[in-house]
């Protein structure tokens, strides 16, 4: 079956500190696999995305994420955070099959940044 | 360019009534999806539209819901006799019609009382 496992529940971390939020994925084929952040009271913004080619990827806000096929993971990581980073991040992966789309979530982290 | 849009943002009901939901997708997105995130259930896909093609409505929760796109754009999403069980926040979501990467909308959250 496709599920996404984001084993965190909530983080905590201090600013400037570093920052690794881990994400595994099963998936029947290829994926495409997407980190969205979401702050509160408002939608999913898209931080960063995977579809094939290099497996170092990067996005918005500083962040990046690193595709490991042997391990089915999909971790994100951004080297000093920032108060402004508070917010739950989702990690979902999908893939064009049927046609469309059809994404599958995980059930998000939670992240806390202390001064 | 403008983003997704959805209406109303925030939607308190009583049990039984009916609700409709708005959602207007970026301008040129033939594919529009709905959402739903709530505390047990985490984000589930509802529904996907995409140009004149038949719905894929598969994450419907139940027959209580149908959602409708009009002229290929808006996208209604009708809850009747609402239950409790149907407070979340509903994401709508547009994409190309290739569809890779979805942009979705700030949601309405809908509390039925």
């Known amino acids: 079956a496709q599920s996404v496992t984001q084993p965190d529940i909530h983080i905590t971390v201090s600013e400037g500190a570093s920052l690794e939020l881990r994400c595994n994925y099963s998936?029947?084929?290829?994926?495409?696999l997407f980190w969205y952040v979401q702050s509160p009271g408002q939608g999913l913004q898209l931080l960063l995305k995977?579809?094939?080619?290099?497996?170092l990827v990067q996005g918005i806000k500083g962040f990046e994420a690193e595709f490991k096929r042997s391990q089915s993971s999909f971790n994100l990581r951004k080297p000093s955070v920032h108060w402004s980073d508070a917010a739950e991040y989702f990690c979902?992966?999908?893939?064009?099959?049927?046609?469309?789309?059809?994404?599958?979530f995980g059930a998000g982290t939670r992240l806390a940044v202390h001064p | 360019g403008a983003g997704v849009s959805q209406s109303p943002s925030n939607k308190v009901t009583e049990k039984g009534k009916d609700v409709e939901l708005r959602c207007d997708p970026i301008?040129?997105?033939?594919?529009l999806y709905w959402y739903r995130q709530s505390l047990g259930q985490g984000l589930e896909f509802l529904i996907y539209?995409?140009?004149?093609?038949?719905?894929?409505k598969s994450g419907l929760p139940s027959d209580r819901f149908s959602a409708e796109r009009t002229g290929g754009s808006v996208s209604t999403l009708t809850i009747q006799r609402t239950q409790q069980e149907d407070s979340a926040v509903y994401l709508c979501?547009?994409?190309?019609?290739?569809?890779?990467?979805?942009?979705f909308g700030p949601g309405t959250r809908l509390l039925v009382l």
């Open positions: 979501a547009s994409s190309t019609d290739r569809g890779e990467t979805q942009y």
């Open positions: 998936y029947g084929a290829t994926p495409y």
């Open positions: 539209f995409q140009g004149n093609s038949a719905p894929d």
């Open positions: 995977y579809f094939s080619g290099d497996t």
């Open positions: 301008s040129g997105h033939t594919a």
């Open positions: 979902a992966v999908g893939g064009v099959a049927g046609g469309y789309n059809k994404l599958i």
